[in-house]
C-alpha cells in the first residue's frame, strides 16, 4: 500500500509539472501567427514514412540504422512503461500478461532493444565527447548545448541500465521462489545468472530499487524534455505530420501582395477606392520578431534535433559564409523562450528592446543563403528551414528597404520594365532584330 501511495504522489507531481510545461508552450503558440493545413491523407502518409518509417535517416546506413532502431525500440519499451504506470498504481506486477504470446513478444523485443539502445547510447556519448564529428560543432552549438545533449543521452542510458536490471532482479527473483515468470527476457534471463547466488530477500530489493529507479527516471525525462533539445522525442513526428506538401523551393505567396499583383494586373480595379476595413488594417510584411512567425516555425525549432545535418549540406556555410540553418531554428526557439514570458504577461505592445532579426539573426546570414534548400531535403524531421529565411528577407526588403544594392537594381528594373534586365519592354526584341533580317 506504502508503494502504491508514493507511486501515485510522485505520478501526480509529474503530471502537475508536465501541465505546467505543456501550458507555457500552449501560450507561446498562440503568440505566433496562423498557417494553413490541409490534406491530411497524404501528411499521414508523410507521417508513417519519415517519422515512423524514418526514411530520411536511413538514408546514412549505418548510423542512420542505429537511430532508427533506439526510435523503434523506444516505442517497445513505452509499452513497457505504460504497464509499470498501471501496476504502480493497483499495486499489480506485470499485469498486461494476460496478452500472453503478444505479451511475451512486446517484453521480449523491449529486453533485447533495452540492451541494444543502452549501446548505442554508449556510440553516440562517444561520438560526441570525442569531437571527431564536425557537424555537432558550430557558432551555435554553445556549450549549454552540448551539455544539454549530454544529459539527455546519459538518462537514456541509465534508463536503459535499469529497466535490463529490472528485468534481471525480477527472473533471479522468480527464479530463486520458483514462481513463474511472466514474459520471455533474453537478456536478462543470461544477467540473472550473475545474481542467482544472491538470496530471495537481496533479489527482491535489487527489483524494487531498479523497478522505482526506472519509474522515477521516466518520469524526470518526461520534464526535462521539454526544456531540453531532445523536445524532439515529442515534437518531431507532430512537426512531421504538418511539413509542407509543395515541392521544395515553391515560395509561400503573401496574401496581400497577390491581391495587389491581381490588382494592377485589373486596372478599373488598381484606381477604384479599397473597401473601408481593408485601409483601417495595416500589414506587416514578414518577419522581424518571435511574434511575427507562424505557428509551424515555431513547432519546426522545437522539432530541431540539433544534429546539424542541414548546416552541413548548406552551400553557404560550406564555402565559409556566416549562414547555419541550423542556427537560424534554434535561434527562432531561444528568441521565444527570452521574448514569450514578456509578451504573455504585458500582451502584444512588450518590447525587450530586441530582437530576432538584428539581435539574434544578422541580414548578412540571410542575404548568404541560395534557397537551394538542400538543408529542408537534409533535414529528418522535415524543418522548412529556407521559409523562416525568405519570411526575414521580406520583412528587409519590404518594411526596411533594406536589400543588398544588386537586388534594389534588380527590383526598380521589375518595376520600371516589368523584367529584372536594365532594357525597356519597346526594347526587348531587339536582340532579334538581325535574326529576322537575315531570314
Ligand atoms: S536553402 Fe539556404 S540555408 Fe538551406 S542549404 Fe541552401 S543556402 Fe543553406
Ligand atoms: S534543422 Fe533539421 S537537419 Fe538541421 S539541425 Fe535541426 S533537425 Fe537537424
Not at 234 to 246: A, H, K
Not at 325 to 330: E, G, L, N, S, Y
Request: charged fraction near 20%; glycine fraction near 6%.
Amino acid at each position: 500500500m506504502l508503494k502504491q501511495i508514493l507511486f501515485s504522489l510522485s505520478l501526480l507531481m509529474t503530471l502537475g509539472i508536465f501541465a505546467y510545461s505543456f501550458k507555457r508552450y500552449y501560450l507561446f503558440f498562440k503568440l505566433t501567427k496562423p498557417f494553413e493545413v490541409k490534406d491530411f491523407g497524404k501528411r499521414f502518409n508523410i507521417m508513417m514514412n519519415v517519422a515512423f518509417g524514418q526514411k530520411k535517416i536511413l538514408r546514412k546506413p549505418v548510423v542512420g540504422l542505429i537511430h532508427a532502431l533506439v526510435f523503434w525500440g523506444f516505442l517497445v519499451i513505452t509499452l513497457g512503461s505504460i504497464e509499470m504506470v498501471i501496476d504502480g498504481l493497483f499495486g499489480t506486477e506485470r499485469i498486461l500478461s494476460f496478452l500472453g504470446g503478444f505479451y511475451s513478444f512486446i517484453v521480449a523485443s523491449g529486453d533485447i532493444m533495452a540492451a541494444f539502445i543502452a549501446l548505442a547510447m554508449l556510440i553516440f556519448l562517444y561520438r560526441r565527447i570525442s569531437g571527431k564529428v564536425k557537424r555537432f560543432d558550430g557558432i551555435e552549438m554553445t556549450h549549454k548545448s552540448h551539455t544539454d545533449a549530454n544529459i539527455a543521452l546519459s538518462i537514456i542510458l541509465f534508463l536503459m541500465i535499469s529497466l535490463l536490471g529490472m528485468n534481471t532482479f525480477y527472473v533471479a527473483e522468480k527464479l530463486s521462489s520458483g514462481e513463474a515468470i511472466l514474459g520471455v527476457y533474453p537478456v536478462s534471463q543470461q544477467l540473472a545468472t550473475l545474481v542467482s547466488s544472491m538470496d530471495y530477500s537481496s533479489l527482491h530489493i535489487g527489483h524494487e530499487i531498479n523497478w522505482w529507479a526506472h519509474i522515477l527516471l521516466i518520469f524526470f525525462f518526461a520534464n526535462y524534455l521539454p526544456y531540453s533539445k531532445h523536445f524532439h522525442v515529442y515534437s518531431s513526428i507532430p512537426n512531421v505530420l504538418f511539413s509542407r506538401l509543395e515541392p521544395l523551393g515553391q515560395l509561400y505567396n503573401m496574401e496581400s501582395i497577390s491581391k495587389e499583383v491581381k490588382l494592377m494586373m485589373d486596372p478599373n480595379a488598381a484606381f477604384a477606392d479599397p473597401p473601408e476595413e481593408e485601409e483601417a488594417e495595416i500589414e506587416k510584411f514578414g518577419v522581424k520578431d518571435i511574434e511575427d512567425v507562424n505557428w509551424k516555425n515555431y513547432l519546426d525549432s522545437l522539432a530541431c534535433t540539433q544534429c546539424g545535418r542541414c548546416t552541413d549540406v548548406c552551400p553557404a556555410n560550406i564555402t565559409g559564409k556566416k549562414l547555419s540553418p541550423r542556427k537560424i531554428v534554434m535561434n527562432v526557439r531561444s528568441r521565444m523562450d527570452e521574448k514569450g514570458p514578456g509578451l504573455i504577461k504585458n500582451g502584444s505592445e512588450f518590447d525587450d528592446g530586441k530582437s530576432l532579426l538584428g539581435d539574434y539573426i544578422s541580414a548578412e546570414e540571410l542575404w548568404a543563403c541560395t534557397t537551394c534548400n538542400a538543408c529542408a531535403q537534409e533535414c529528418p524531421v522535415n524543418i522548412n528551414q529556407p521559409s523562416m529565411i525568405i519570411d526575414m528577407r521580406r520583412y528587409l526588403v519590404m518594411e526596411e528597404s533594406a536589400a543588398p544594392a544588386e537586388l534594389n537594381t534588380v527590383f526598380q528594373n521589375i518595376e520600371n520594365n516589368g523584367a529584372p534586365w536594365q532594357y525597356s519592354q519597346d526594347d526587348r526584341m531587339k536582340w532579334a532584330e538581325d535574326l529576322f533580317t537575315n531570314a
